[in-house]
């Protein structure tokens, strides 16, 4: 063999240190033996090359693969399934198998296991070129023990003072609610709620203890009822009710109490999970009361007649053939079944992924919902984005933003006076069942009936023109974090919301007619059916804007626990609505021209906050709690020396079943507190008496200021209509 050929399998040997020794033996003299020293120096020299290019060649092909199996069990040694084993510092991970099982290859049999499991404290374990390595993982109580989101911060289940009601997101998802308010129908004590009616994609209006519309706070940003109905359902990890002193924390804005609600994140070690889920549904009225058929309702006019002592013009030869119901203008109506549709679908999927590292961690959402109506031509679509990132870009520092966005579609036939949804239901019992929709049961001639306006032929966006809303939203949070390694934490948050509203509503005119027998004509009713036909345009731009700072500090000195939360933040909304109302010439040209404009509305609102936050815990042992909490508010509505107010709360608690005399004596408790609270809360805005849907402010914004109404009334100089002005009243 030559020396090449040598130094190659030199190089892939994997016992190159045995080969190395005899090269070097063959390379060099036996004892006593002459050689010349130049073929000497030339041999050494090779055996040198060749021991620096087996240290640097050789080596990297030896980073082998080791393959760590073993097992998890909890406290019962029973196999933990879907237990995270991460290798310290990788992205390299694996999951316990239904039997606890696990199995990981890491390179060169180091570096440490990271096992983490929820409810149980995370351990390390290091390799130490180990290929078998058993955990043991030990419950965390702290960790069992139900958090409960309150007014700028979390604490555990035991300790709250506080009225506070929390449902998770398990019993939120389990409904088919389309809103987050029907959700939590008859989940919640405290709580009453009211839907005005079941149109798709409605509403519940929900009262914390019959106090009136709360504050919605999501992922720690007030919000409005819009943004918090349609969150995407599925997307909702916890919503806390505040429902006493509690809720003073959030000042002038927490007379009717609070609704705190925090939406999904990943988790730190948490390998990429994916769900999908979803329903189909059929809608059906579960009971409704039957109108009267066409005999009954004869019948009872002849009964009224007769109770009257008057003589009914129904004689009995006619209330027979009512009765039996077969001959032509003898015939009743069901204004149900012509109305109402059995069956009808509403469906809802959702896709997620989230997971995590040990330095970040996401979820990412995706809902669509539809819901139809079992009146005809009445629909709701929504569909929901969401994104929460949290990332550590340096010990102690983390950021993160929480992304939402929605549109929501509602369409639906365009009535008379928009009550549209309620008509349906009105005519069901508000038309005869003795008069037919249609002259003749022709579907081309709308039958004139005693009221036109409320036959249902006409619920149809073919005859009546459609109506279209849509809500379109996105919202940005940011967040940064620095925690302090004295039990210290910062947070800064910026979010900024957009909502976009447009309204499209055509309603069309259309003719109604009777049915002559005799000549077989069907005769146009002159003023009949609808000839106020109407086109409008709505927009509104509303921009809201948030910006907080938070300190928390959290410390236990032996029995004696203490945690203080102090923060300031500001909030403005800059709101725009505008109106365009036109009487169009026809029912095919949606176009609105300025010739056929008859209203116009143009509203530019702005509004402004803020407030000062701070909040005191002390508790001993977990037995005896007190909390102090103030919030210094501000609101743009009163003038400048009267625009701040305090409002302050108090709460206190006791453990009683942590007393020695209760504790572990009496079998069938486990938990009792008492607690008792005080605060001071307000309100900048009250519901309207005459409208409950809608709110008013304690006093027109900007009222303190001097000046005059533009337009508040009209005069008349020389034959000229004169726009004037009022001067406005200081308050």
Known sequence: MSDLHLLVAIINSPFNFFIMKHFVQKILPPPGAWFHLRLLKRKLLYASLLLVMSGFISKPSFAQQTTVTGKVTGEKEEGLPGVTVLLKGTSNGTTTDPDG?????????????VVSFVGYLTQEVPINNRSAINVALAPDTKALEEVVVVGYGTQSRGTVTGAVSQIQANDITRTPAVTTSGALVGKVQGITSRQTDARPGGTTNIQIRNLGDPLYVIDGVPS???????LGINDIENISILKDASAAIYGLRAANGVILVTTKKGKAGEKTKINL?????????????????????????????QNRGETSNITPEELEKWRIGTEKGYQSTDYYDFIMRPNVPQYFLNGSASGGSETMNYYLSVTHLNQEALIKDFRFDRTNIQANLDAGIAKGLRVGTQISGRIEKRHQAGLPGLDDYFNPFLSIFTMWPTERPYANDNPKYINQTHNVNVNPATYDEDITGPIDEIWRGIKGNVYAQYDFNFGLTAKATYSYNFTNFDFDGFEYTYDAYTYDAATDTYNKVPGGGNQNPWRERRKRNVIDRFAQVQLNWNKQFGSHGVSAVAAYERSDVDNKYMIVHTVPPNNYIPIQYFANQDFLLDEWNVEARAGYIARLYYNFKEKYLLEVLGRYDGSFVFRKDSRWGLFPGISVGWKLSEENFLKDRVSFLNDLKLRASYGKTGSDRYQDPGNPANTLWVVNPFSYLSGYNWASGNAVFNGNLVRACSPEDYQ
């Open 101 to 113: 099982n696990y199995s990981l290859n890491v390179p060169n049999g180091s570096g440490t296991l």
């Open 224 to 230: 409005d009822a819009g943004q918090f109905n349609n």
């Open 277 to 305: 889920s979803g329903y189909y549904g059929l809608q059906n009225f579960t009971r409704f009361p039957q109108p009267a058929n066409a005999y009954q309702h004869q019948r009872a006019l002849v009964e009224s007649a």
